[in-house]
């Protein structure tokens, strides 16, 4: 099974900007893998899915200038940079009390308001791989597991 750089290329763009979930693009592969009989395709939807997160990262990698995994990045190394989030010494004075501005200075952090996230939540956590362990946004999960602890 193999999907070009252009399928997954396409997948994440059509994911992104027109909401296309993997289901319905893997559907549409299948039409035009063969359009008179796409129930004999072979069904690749959890490769698709798998190969999907991995170029994901990849391209991520990329972006970010690491180039193989000899050159490892560190903790978060992938996470953009916010102008607009509070940093001191680079966009705040680190010369201000904080304390007296921390409504102006806090961050905040929101979870889905409309509580649609459950189907985020992995049926076997046991099998889920840690493609971006601690970084991008997120602490790498050995370190917050021993912060649960």
């Not at 170029?55 to 953009?80: C, I």
């Amino acid at each position: 099974t193999a999907f070009t750089f252009a399928v997954l290329d396409d997948f994440l763009r059509e994911n992104l900007e027109c909401r296309t979930s993997g289901m319905n693009y893997y559907s549409k592969l299948r039409r035009v893998t063969s359009n008179v009989f796409p129930h004999l395709v072979p069904n690749r939807y959890r490769e698709l899915l798998r190969l999907a997160r991995q170029w994901r990262v990849l391209k991520l990698l990329k972006w970010n200038g690491f180039q193989d995994e000899t050159e490892r990045s560190s903790p978060g190394d992938l996470a953009l940079f916010c102008a607009a989030c509070p940093q001191p010494s680079i966009n705040v004075d680190p010369d201000v009390d904080l304390d007296e501005l921390v409504w102006k200075y806090t961050r905040t952090v929101v979870m889905d308001g409309n509580f649609k996230a459950e189907h985020m939540h992995e049926k076997r956590p046991d099998d889920q791989v840690w493609l971006m362990d601690g970084r991008g946004f997120m602490v790498a999960h050995p370190p917050y597991q021993e912060y649960l602890q």
